[in-house]
């Protein structure tokens, strides 16, 4: 029971223990066009936060931990504080978890979000490409993390979106971590910078490239790097297949 709550404080929407922006800067606004913001109303009533991306008109892609009663997804933002009239919001019509996902281990912590209505594609709303089932990032290569989740321990949530470069880590850096598997997760953020996701980022992209390689999953409670974050490429069968409507 203890190990579970640990787990669960290092599991990273805003209010638990997501993973927020830590060491990073302000985006250029709308410079990341693919990125989602989600509002949650979890299954106990409370409201949440994630980010994801979109990846086709009608889906996005985020984590599996931030699944929740309801979500609505905001394109096109950059401060949520505000009301933008490059946003838009809409309703998500079903929540597509990884069929072995496990809120123990955190393994395969992917879901993808069918919504309501096509998104309207714009030059601050965008799809960001995926790898190949084998374009597998390899360690030292430096990525970019990007969300509106806190900026510190005990520092409250950004109104505008923010991005960090991390550094792709060798497996042996995430060793940390019991139920860290190389196959399925990109080990993310030297432990001598304080750079991070924290809070809130959870379900965000870790760009390189170009291409989306990753999703933020979880780290340390104290936020100090590396992280956890899912290898997309591990999974694209899985997401052509939702994608195709099988
Ligand atoms: C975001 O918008 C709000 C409301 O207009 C404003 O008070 C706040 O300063 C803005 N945040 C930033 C970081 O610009």
Same mark, same amino acid.
């Given at each position: 029971?203890?190990?579970?709550?640990?787990?669960?404080?290092?599991?990273?929407?805003?209010?638990?223990?997501?993973?927020?922006?830590?060491?990073?800067?302000?985006?250029?606004?709308?410079?990341?066009?693919?990125?989602?913001?989600?509002?949650?109303?979890?299954?106990?009533?409370?409201?949440?936060?994630?980010?994801?991306?979109?990846?086709?008109?009608?889906?996005?892609?985020?984590?599996?931990?931030?699944?929740?009663?309801?979500?609505?997804?905001?394109?096109?933002?950059?401060?949520l504080s505000k009301i933008e009239s490059t946003q838009q919001s809409i309703r998500v019509e079903n929540q597509i978890v990884h069929p072995k996902y496990s809120i123990y281990s955190n393994l395969h912590d992917i879901m993808l979000l069918k919504l309501q209505n096509?998104?309207?594609?714009?030059?601050?709303?965008?799809?960001?490409?995926?790898?190949?089932?084998?374009?597998?990032?390899?360690?030292?290569?430096?990525?970019?993390?990007?969300?509106?989740?806190?900026?510190?321990?005990?520092?409250?949530?950004?109104?505008?979106?923010?991005?960090?470069?991390?550094?792709?880590?060798?497996?042996?850096?995430?060793?940390?971590?019991?139920?860290?598997?190389?196959?399925?997760? &990109? *080990?993310? !953020?030297?432990?001598?910078?304080?750079? %991070?996701?924290?809070?809130? @980022?959870?379900?965000? #992209?870790? &760009? *390189?490239? !170009?291409?989306?390689?990753?999703?933020? %999953?979880?780290?340390?409670? @104290?936020?100090?790097? #590396?992280? &956890?974050?899912?290898?997309?490429?591990?999974?694209?069968?899985?997401?052509?297949?939702?994608?195709?409507?099988?």
């Amino acid at each position: 029971m203890l190990a579970l709550l640990f787990l669960m404080a290092l599991l990273l929407p805003s209010r638990a223990g997501a993973e927020e922006i830590i060491g990073g800067v302000e985006a250029k606004p709308h410079s990341r066009p693919y990125m989602a913001h989600l509002k949650i109303i979890t299954y106990q009533g409370l409201e949440d936060s994630c980010g994801g991306f979109l990846i086709t008109r009608q889906f996005v892609l985020t984590a599996a931990h931030c699944k929740g009663r309801e979500i609505t997804v905001t394109l096109g933002a950059h401060n949520l504080s505000k009301i933008e009239s490059t946003q838009q919001s809409i309703r998500v019509e079903n929540q597509i978890v990884h069929p072995k996902y496990s809120i123990y281990s955190n393994l395969h912590d992917i879901m993808l979000l069918k919504l309501q209505n096509k998104a309207e594609l714009t030059p601050v709303v965008d799809v960001i490409p995926l790898p190949g089932p084998s374009d597998i990032i390899k360690p030292g290569k430096m990525c970019w993390a990007a969300g509106w989740g806190l900026t510190g321990v005990n520092k409250p949530t950004s109104d505008t979106l923010r991005e960090v470069e991390l550094r792709i880590m060798d497996k042996d850096a995430c060793k940390i971590y019991r139920h860290y598997d190389y196959n399925f997760q &990109v *080990c993310v !953020g030297s432990p001598t910078m304080l750079k %991070s996701v924290y809070m809130g @980022d959870s379900g965000g #992209p870790l &760009v *390189c490239a !170009g291409v989306a390689h990753g999703i933020v %999953s979880y780290g340390r409670e @104290d936020a100090k790097p #590396p992280a &956890v974050f899912t290898r997309i490429s591990s999974y694209m069968l899985w997401i052509n297949k939702v994608l195709k409507g099988k």
